[in-house]
Nanobody
Framework: QVQLVESGGGWVQPGGPLRLPCAAS????????MGWYRQAPGKQRELVAA???????NYASSVKCRFTASRDAAKNTVYLQMNSLKPEDTAVYYC?????????WGQGTQVTVSS
């Protein structure tokens, strides 16, 4: 099992940046894939970004070139750097860890983009 703790959410004006850390209770290199999902009111949860154990990253087309996933193995933490935020990025953001057939989730953190 792995426990995930997100932080860093909050309110930001359009065009601004925000960084979301996600701390894992296991060494992140032992986790096949860590990802960030988001869910806006009335919408399905969607994958935003993923970072694999080998370091490869994937992004949803809606955030490519604006969001960057990275990791700090010494801190067992992955980060989602979000730049040029838009109102449509408003959602609850969830950290996810995929290990074999199991999925683990953080508690979620609210990101609100508005003027």
């Amino acid at each position: 099992q792995v426990q995930l703790v997100e932080s860093g959410g909050g309110w930001v004006q359009p065009g601004g940046p925000l960084r979301l850390p996600c701390a894992a209770s296991k060494h992140i290199f032992s986790i096949n894939r860590m990802g960030w999902y988001r869910q806006a009111p009335g919408k399905q949860r969607e994958l935003v970004a993923a970072i694999f154990s080998g370091g490869t990253t994937n992004y949803a087309s809606s955030v490519k070139c604006r969001f960057t996933a990275s990791r700090d193995a010494a801190k067992n933490t992955v980060y989602l750097q979000m730049n040029s935020l838009k109102p449509e990025d408003t959602a609850v953001y969830y950290c996810n860890a995929a290990m074999g057939w199991e999925d683990y989730w953080g508690q979620g953190t609210q990101v609100t983009v508005s003027s």
